[in-house]
């Protein structure tokens, strides 16, 4: 880091006595030959030339390294010491008053072409330097993403609702596109431009979080019994779980649906609701055979 603070300083330096040798050269150059004139001004064209991209490489490689992108950046100084060589070759060729019209139309009309044929991949670029300056979420951590691009399939319950998201654990943060885990074990791969105008729940990061489960009781079992056996249950196997309340929330003709809710720390929230699952069913259980078996069964 400090050696590049030092070559971002000379460069500033050398620009400083480029400058000072132009006004200079304007000041002698009736008592030189033409060119000799544009050998100097050749030579000082690519000597601040140099020292600008210098500069600017540096300055990406710092930001690069204050961000924990270092490897990401990589490309991207690589990319610009090209463009930035090409423009100062152009830049030489005009000093030595050869006509570069033809060149500059040629690469205005190629940047053109490039720029449209990688919008996309300059987008997920741009979206990813953000998101690693912005720090919305790290490598490890548990998140929710909420993009209309991807949703849940339908839910599994019968009364279940489907929510538009995706819970994933972060694996790295790339230049083009974030790798995450999902939580049935399987790798993917999201477009940090997708990513960035994205909502995202940062599990980890989150205090407190509602929770909540539904279980299908048949209509021969009592709510207030079930709820009086589960409350007997939650006092030894919810530890850690507050504000734990359960109501009806849904009534079929031989079944019914108890929501059950509780206030768990956000990053354990889906322990939280096995457990709230688990309790559920052995207060059901407990209360042995009094509702009918079919009201298990999905109804055709």
């Known amino acids: 880091m400090e050696q590049q603070l030092v070559r971002v300083l000379a460069g500033v330096?050398?620009?400083?006595?480029?400058?000072?040798?132009?006004s200079l050269l304007h000041v002698v150059a009736p008592s030189l030959t033409p060119d000799t004139v544009i050998a100097i001004e050749l030579a000082i064209t690519a000597a601040v030339g140099v020292?600008?991209?210098?500069?600017?490489?540096?300055?990406?490689?710092?930001?690069?390294?204050?961000?924990?992108?270092?490897?990401?950046?990589?490309?991207?100084?690589?990319?610009?010491?090209?463009?930035?060589?090409?423009?100062?070759?152009?830049?030489?060729?005009?000093?030595?008053?050869?006509n570069i019209t033809g060149i500059l139309a040629g690469a205005g009309f190629l940047g053109i072409v490039i720029g449209l044929a990688a919008q996309s991949v300059l987008g997920n670029m741009l979206a990813g330097l953000q998101m690693m300056s912005s720090k919305p979420f790290a490598a490890g951590?548990?998140?929710?993403?909420?993009?209309?691009q991807y949703t849940k399939s339908m839910p599994t319950h019968l009364h279940g609702a489907m929510v538009p998201g995706?819970?994933?654990v972060i694996k790295r943060?790339?230049?083009?596109?974030?790798?995450?885990?999902?939580?049935?074990?399987?790798?993917?791969?999201?477009?940090?431009?997708?990513?960035?105008?994205?909502?995202?729940?940062?599990?980890v990061r989150?205090?407190?979080?509602?929770?909540?489960?539904?279980?299908?009781?048949?209509?021969g079992y009592a709510f207030k019994e079930f709820e009086r056996r589960f409350n007997a249950l939650a006092r030894t196997r919810l530890n850690g779980v507050d504000d734990v309340?359960?109501?009806?929330?849904?009534?079929?003709?031989?079944?019914?649906?108890?929501?059950?809710?509780?206030?768990?720390?956000?990053?354990?929230?889906?322990?939280?609701?096995?457990?709230?699952?688990?309790?559920?069913?052995?207060?059901?259980?407990?209360?042995?055979?009094?509702?009918?078996?079919?009201?298990?069964?999905?109804?055709?």
């Open 173 to 203: 943060i790339g230049l083009v596109y974030t790798e995450l885990l999902e939580e049935g074990g399987a790798v993917a791969f999201v477009p940090n431009s997708v990513l960035n105008q994205a909502m995202v729940i940062n599990h």
């Open 13 to 22: 330096v050398l620009i400083f006595i480029g400058a000072l040798a132009v």
């Open 51 to 98: 020292a600008i991209i210098a500069i600017t490489a540096n300055a990406l490689s710092i930001y690069g390294k204050a961000i924990n992108a270092q490897d990401e950046m990589h490309p991207i100084i690589s990319l610009f010491r090209v463009v930035a060589y090409s423009l100062l070759a152009i830049a030489m060729l005009s000093v030595l008053q050869i």
């Open 166 to 168: 995706v819970t994933a």
């Open 141 to 148: 951590e548990r998140v929710t993403i909420f993009a209309w």
């Open 245 to 300: 309340s359960m109501a009806v929330s849904y009534v079929d003709l031989d079944r019914y649906g108890v929501t059950i809710r509780c206030l768990v720390e956000g990053n354990d929230s889906e322990r939280a609701r096995n457990r709230l699952f688990e309790t559920a069913l052995e207060a059901k259980r407990a209360m042995g055979g009094q509702g009918p078996h079919k009201a298990f069964k999905r109804r055709t």
């Open 206 to 219: 989150t205090g407190k979080a509602h929770v909540d489960a539904t279980i299908t009781l048949g209509t």
